[in-house]
């Protein structure tokens, strides 16, 4: 099925697990999207969000790479982790996990790979002790990357979860 993310032809709360993974920076209007998945969850069911990290938090290695590849790709944006869970949270889903991944590691494990191809091979222990290791870093927030688990809730508190102040903007690239 073909559809967009600001209109999805579903009813609401038909599904108890959704997955919007690198959708949100693509688009032009991500709080529309946001409303939509809110919407078709059911109570209870869980949202999993991937977008790109801030560059405020990303590794230095990781923002110069980002810099070159959101262009590329088309991203409109980054997200702090701490504006997602709020926007997240003015929307009846309360955030149950936050993690980050793509850390510096993941550049080691390119350039190994390119090196020495046989390592990309799904067998290769090498590989894999790379994969634990960016997964052991999910609590650091340099990482390319932010996912945040959310779960849908009876209703959206007053304002959010957190206050104005203490969320770092989401970063527009439109320039």
Same mark, same amino acid.
């Given at each position: 099925?073909?559809?967009? @993310?600001?209109?999805?032809?579903?009813?609401?709360?038909?599904?108890?697990?959704?997955?919007?993974? @690198?959708?949100?920076?693509?688009?032009?209007?991500?709080? =529309?999207? =946001?409303?939509?998945?809110?919407?078709?969850?059911?109570?209870? #069911? &869980?949202?999993?969000?991937?977008?790109?990290?801030?560059?405020?938090?990303?590794?230095?290695?990781?923002?110069?790479?980002?810099?070159?590849?959101?262009?590329?790709? #088309?991203?409109?944006?980054?997200?702090?982790?701490?504006?997602?869970?709020?926007? #997240? !949270?003015?929307?009846? =889903?309360?955030?149950?996990?936050?993690?980050?991944?793509?850390?510096?590691?993941?550049?080691? $494990?390119?350039?190994? !790979?390119?090196?020495?191809?046989?390592? &990309?091979?799904?067998?290769?222990?090498?590989?894999?002790?790379?994969?634990?290791?960016? =997964?052991?870093?999910? #609590?650091?927030?340099?990482?390319?990357?932010?996912?945040?688990?959310?779960?849908?809730? !009876?209703?959206?508190?007053?304002?959010?979860?957190?206050?104005?102040? @203490?969320? @770092?903007?989401? $970063?527009?690239?439109?320039?």
């Amino acid at each position: 099925m073909n559809s967009s @993310a600001t209109l999805l032809p579903f009813r609401e709360a038909s599904f108890s697990k959704i997955i919007s993974n @690198a959708v949100l920076e693509h688009l032009e209007d991500d709080d =529309l999207a =946001l409303d939509e998945l809110s919407r078709v969850a059911s109570p209870r #069911g &869980r949202v999993l969000i991937c977008v790109p990290n801030s560059y405020m938090f990303m590794a230095l290695p990781l923002a110069i790479l980002n810099l070159w590849n959101d262009r590329r790709v #088309g991203h409109l944006r980054h997200y702090a982790s701490t504006d997602l869970v709020s926007r #997240g !949270a003015r929307r009846a =889903l309360r955030a149950i996990d936050v993690t980050f991944h793509a850390h510096v590691i993941k550049i080691v $494990q390119a350039v190994i !790979a390119m090196v020495i191809p046989a390592v &990309r091979n799904p067998a290769s222990r090498v590989w894999w002790h790379l994969e634990r290791m960016d =997964l052991d870093a999910k #609590g650091d927030p340099s990482g390319m990357n932010v996912t945040v688990t959310f779960e849908k809730v !009876a209703i959206a508190p007053a304002g959010g979860a957190t206050s104005a102040a @203490a969320i @770092a903007p989401t $970063q527009d690239m439109n320039r």
